[in-house]
């Protein structure tokens, strides 16, 4: 791993945050635990709409509520399903994402190749039980 006793540890995740909610909140806790800056990449309206659905909130307004976390140092919009683009700018020394956005476990994972080029590393975490976006909207459904 590249690190100086200057240099912060940048870490870097992303996702949709749409509906924002606990397992988001672990999400980030956990990836700022890795490192000394958590750097945040919400997708763009039309990115999350690509693999996932159209987002119930707003990018302004998903934006808004990830930057007041108190574990994040800064937000992006990616504009990207893969983080390659982002991570080639921001070279982070780790990739922190928990599922899904592309990531299947036992493949390579999104952004893996760039990671290694600039001498970081992928760390997968872990998914959160009956905590996710499509569960409140399926309960929301049922009542």
């Known amino acids: 791993m590249r ?9 870097y995740t992303y ?3 749409d509906l924002f909610h606990r397992g988001h909140v672990e ?3 956990e990836a700022k635990a890795l490192g000394d800056k958590l750097v945040v990449g919400v997708f763009s309206d039309e990115v999350a709409k690509s693999f996932k659905r159209e987002s119930i909130i707003s990018l302004a307004d998903r934006i808004h509520m990830v930057e007041h976390c108190s574990f994040v140092d800064e937000v992006l919009v990616q504009n990207d399903l893969a983080p390659d683009n982002v991570l080639e700018k921001i070279k982070p020394h780790i990739l922190a994402k928990g599922p899904g956005a592309g990531w299947e476990e036992g493949k390579e994972a999104p952004g893996e190749k760039i990671m290694k080029k600039i001498g970081g590393k992928v760390l997968m975490l872990p998914y959160h039980d009956g905590i996710s976006t499509s569960d409140i909207i399926k309960r929301i459904k049922e009542n």
Request: aromatic letters at 6%.
């Open 3 to 11: 690190q100086n006793n200057k240099e912060k540890i940048i870490v």
């Open 15 to 17: 996702g949709v945050f």
């Open 27 to 29: 999400l980030l806790k």
